[in-house]
Structure formats: C-alpha cells, structure tokens
C-alpha cells in the first residue's frame, strides 16, 4: 500500500511542477484561459502557479517527512477543488473539467494516507 501511495505522490508532484512552470512562465495559452475564458487577472494566475510549484515541492519533500506531505496534499486538494469548481463555472463541461477531478480524487487519496501514517499522539496539539 505505501509504495501506491508513494507513486500516486511521485505523479502528483510531477503534474503540480509541470502546471505551476506553465502558469509562472506566463504561457500565452495559460494566460488567456485566465484572463479570457475564467475572468481571473494575470497575477492571480502567477499566485496560482507558484502555489502549485510550493505543493509539488512539499509533496517532494513529503517523501522524508509525512507532516509535509499532509499539509502539501491538503493545499493540493483546495487548489484542485477551485479548479474544478471554475472550470464547471465556465460551463466547460466535464471533458475540461475532468483532469481537476482526477487530481482532486489523487490528492484526496494522499491526503487520507498521509494521515492515516502520522501517529495520533503527534496530529493533534496538546500545547
């Protein structure tokens, strides 16, 4: 079971460089999906890529360290979720809307491992 989580987390991370390169080298074909077809301003798309390559980062680093890969796959799946929710708000349909989906449901399933592999003295604070 750990090494399907660890390939789900390798893709995962992969898929999140690759969209936030995309997104921070300002791609014309990203910026007009931004600024065009979702109605979003160029800087948000800038924010968004480099939220995605922090994420890929974390879940990079969440190899070695579980509690990185939990709040790298948490962000992950609220980034995801925003893309889902903006691609069925342009009335895209769910051939556009699908590759979110499929990462939303990855990054659910890395999230819910994560957490199941960090000890429960150590997920909640008792400062």
Not at 44 to 64: H, K, Q, S
Request: charged letters at 10%; proline letters at 2%; glycine letters at 12%.
């Amino acid at each position: 079971m750990i090494w399907m989580l660890r390939i789900i987390q390798g893709f995962y991370s992969v898929a999140f460089i690759l969209a936030g390169v995309k997104k921070v080298t300002g791609n014309q074909q990203q910026v007009h999906v931004f600024t065009e077809t979702f109605g979003y301003s160029v800087e948000f798309m800038y924010i968004v890529g480099v939220c995605e390559i922090l994420g890929a980062l974390g879940l990079l680093i969440g190899f070695w360290n579980s509690q990185f890969a939990l709040l790298a796959s948490g962000g992950a799946v609220l980034l995801m979720a925003g893309a889902a929710f903006t691609h069925l708000n342009a009335d895209q349909g769910i051939g556009d809307t699908m590759p979110s989906i499929v990462l939303l449901i990855l990054g659910i399933i890395v999230f819910v491992g994560e957490r199941t592999k960090i000890p429960k003295e150590e997920q909640s604070y008792q400062g």
